[in-house]
């Protein structure tokens, strides 16, 4: 298997604490930052969404 292809945040400037993401031939999708990158997250694409919705709408809650 060949090594994801990792794409920068828009939002990152240069330098550290950027956010990259990687979709996977499986169809997930890998996230990693910038300042640990062998730490990775792996999600689904509906997962990812419904995180990024309740972010926006402010209906994330702590467990």
């Not at 990693?32 to 709408?57: M, N, Y």
Request: hydrophobic content about 35%.
């Amino acid at each position: 298997m060949s090594a994801p292809s990792w794409q920068k945040s828009s939002y990152c400037a240069e330098g550290n604490n950027c956010l990259s993401l990687a979709a996977t031939p499986d169809r997930t999708i890998r996230i990693r930052e910038s300042e640990a990158p062998h730490a990775v997250v792996t999600t689904t694409q509906s997962q990812l969404v419904s995180f990024i919705s309740a972010i926006k709408s402010g209906t994330l809650t702590k467990p």
